[in-house]
């Protein structure tokens, strides 16, 4: 059986900015006589954790692409004589 978490207050989600893992992590429902299986809403809680956490170090990668790129003090990568890939090449021969 999943962890109970009846000594915890009740968390919820902000609202005003975009959900994030750790909201998701820190969310308590309070209970009901007649309510969900706790279980099932904590293993459902727990992949949408995992899959934002995912999409979160994502973007924060992607940003850090966009900055680098957009940087001016990064020096530009130098042209090269080799063709880039193996079509190219081909069709100079």
Do not use: C, I
Request: charged share 40%.
């Amino acid at each position: 059986m999943a962890e109970v978490y009846d000594d915890r207050p009740d968390s919820t989600v902000p609202t005003g900015r975009p959900l994030t893992a750790a909201d998701l992590r820190d969310v308590r429902f309070s209970t009901g006589v007649r309510g969900y299986r706790m279980d099932e809403v904590d293993a459902l809680l727990s992949r949408l954790q995992a899959d934002l956490l995912a999409r979160e170090r994502l973007d924060a990668e992607s940003r850090q692409e966009v900055a680098a790129d957009l940087d001016p003090e990064r020096p530009a990568a130098a042209p090269s004589d080799e063709p880039e890939d193996r079509g190219e090449r081909l069709s100079q021969s």
